[in-house]
Structures are given as structure tokens and as C-alpha cells.
């Protein structure tokens, strides 16, 4: 009996579009080793010009892996509220999806409200991979006060977490919240990292700084606080004119104030664009020195595993970060990039200024960001750990 794969995932990322494209990495590589994939999604990542956004449903097959596609819509301005609704709205339709002839049921996470509708209808084995740290997120950073609501939520993952056959946390610091805070086994959890396409995300051949030109490529919401960048930026600037040059490319809630705060102090080396797909953006990459990754000022958010930051390091870019936590130590560690106190605008500025005046040590940080991807974080690895450590391992049971 052939093995087939369910993965679940709000968004899945189209060719052509920008998004976090990892399922589709692992879902096609699975495919290539044999398994019959089929993808449960919606439009949330796929461009506008695609048949999917011209009927409320749309199915097809790309790459060997045949896509269940629906017309959910699916922006980084929407409010928490509206989000939620697209998220329960996916998971009523999950609700009538046959699953009991599918092997493994994989669900990406966040949302997690379908991943609640998969274990009512009882699949053969249930993995669910988790992005961030869901529902300590909006709890701890007041997005989801309710105390009655929080409970709930706490509840319902925690009984998801033990109906489960495997999680898959995407960094060690929501491995560790697992096992302290839910009381997840050991045995149950499969720490794998976002990863990146080491052969799309290559280094470049580029003069040394000056002037140092910095990415920033993501989310431009609460959750990035990508203001600490700019305010960084703006005191190297002012101690060292005309020496640093910025490209932000982004959407998000806060993308309309930003551009008016640069606007207003004539930040002209900071440049606001919209976000470019995948192939694009890897050829534009490597024409930078650094690439940075925010968070806002809430410690739950150390265990992010954005994948900029993966995608950085096989571009060859070392990484300025402005918080702690696992890819704190990991720079540290591998020598790829540096990190300061989260909300220190002055110790941020003083990170990156290190690039611009110690160009050697830039290009040693280069080397070592490159070597780092390849060994750790190849999302070919990661999708063939997965079978080996994760499918292979209850196929048994």
C-alpha cells in the first residue's frame, strides 16, 4: 500500500509568491521520494493571477503534489479578530475533508484551530509542526486577554499536544516550552528547524563596506517592531553619514508608519519596498552584507524561527538580532552574526556599526553564516529527518 501524506496548512506558499515557502519544500521532496502528497491550503499565499482566486475552490497538482485549494483570503494588516475568523472558517472546511485513507496527517501551525478539528475526526496519525509558541504568543503579548478565552485555548492545545503522535517545534526554545509548560514526552517531540533552499540562497561576490548595505525581508507588524531597526539605523547615520544604506521589503500593520516616520526625519538610505517572491529575493540577497531579524519587546517571541534568518545564512549574510534565546547562542557559537538586548536602540546601532568598521570581520562572519546553513539547516536534511526520525518511527504503531 502506497503511503500518502495529508499536510494541512493555512499557507502554503504558490510559486511565484513571497511567503515562508518551507511546507511546499518539504511537501515536494516527500513527493520525490515516493510518497503521494496531497496539500489541504487556501489563497492566503498565492498570487493574484492564479486560477485559485477566480472560484471559491480550486484543485491541482504542482510538482508531483496534488493541492486542495480555497478562496480564504489572508493579509498581514488584518486585525487578530478577522485572522481568527479566516482561521475558523478553514478549519469548518477541514471539517468535511475525508482523512482516514491518508497515512500521516501533517498540520502546520500557527493556526491551530484545524489541527482541533483533525483529532475529532480521528486520522491514522496526527503530526503537527509548530512554527511559534501557540497560544502563549497572543496570551503573553495581551493580544488575547479574556481570561475565560485563555483558559480555553491553554486547554484545547494541551489536549491536541497529547492526542498528537508527534510535534515538531521549530526551535529549541518551544521544545523547551513544551516539555516545561505542557509536560510533552520527550519521545514525542522531533526539534527540527524552519530551514532553508541552500541551492536557491547562495553567497555573492560583493566590495567590502562602506558603505554597509543592510536586508531586512519580512513581516512588518507588532510582532517585528521593525521601528528598532530604523532607530537603530538612524544613530549609525548620524555618527557615520552617508556610510549605511537600508532595504526593507515587507507588508504588515505597521508598514504605513514606518515609511511616515523615515518620511519625516528624511531617512533617504532607507528604503521601504514591497515584498519580492522567493527567486526573486535570492538573487537580490546576496548584494547585501547583513541581514536583520526583530521582535518586539516580549520574551515569548526569542523562540521564533522566522525563516529570514535561515535564509540569511546561506546567503552568506551574518545575522544582527535584537533579542536573545536560541539564535543568540547560535551566533555566538558559530561566529555567524551578533545580538543585543531587545529595546536598546543604542546597542542595536553599536552591532551593526561593528560590520562597517571591521570588514574583515564581516567577511569571516560571511564564510562562517554559509558553512553554518550547509551543515544545520538544509531543508532537503530537515524533510528527509522527518521521515526518518518522524514517519518512519510510529509507522509501526
Known sequence: MKKRILVVHQYYAFEGFWGNDRSKCLAEYWAKQGWEV????????????????QSWYWKGIQNQVKIHCFRIPYHQKFSFLKRLWYFLIFAFIVLFFPVRSYSVVYVISPPLPAAWIFLLKRPKRLFLEMMDA???????????????????????????YKKSDKLLPLSPGVCKLLKRRYKVPSHKILCTYNGTNTRCFVPKKKPLPPPL????????????????????????????????????????SHKTSLKAYITKYRLTFIRVLDPLPKKQLAKRMGDYHIGVVTVGNYKILEHNSANKFYDYLSAGLPVVINYGGWQAAFLRRFHCGLSCRNNDVENFAHCIQTFLLHPQLLKRYSKNARKAALHYFDRSQIAQKIIDEGFQAVWGK
Request: charged share 15%; net charge positive.
Open 134 to 160: 501557540w497560544p502563549d504568543v497572543p496570551i503573553e503579548m495581551g493580544i488575547l486577554k479574556n481570561r475565560f478565552l485563555q483558559r480555553i485555548a491553554i486547554q484545547l492545545t494541551s489536549w491536541l
Open 213 to 252: 548595505k543592510v536586508l531586512y525581508a519580512g513581516a512588518i507588524g507588532l510582532v517585528n517592531d521593525v521601528m528598532q531597526l530604523v532607530k537603530a539605523l538612524q544613530l549609525v547615520n548620524e555618527q557615520y553619514p552617508g556610510k549605511v544604506r537600508c532595504d526593507i521589503y515587507g507588508w504588515g
Open 38 to 53: 496531497t496539500v489541504l491550503t487556501t489563497v492566503a499565499y498565492v498570487p493574484k493571477h492564479h486560477p485559485a482566486w
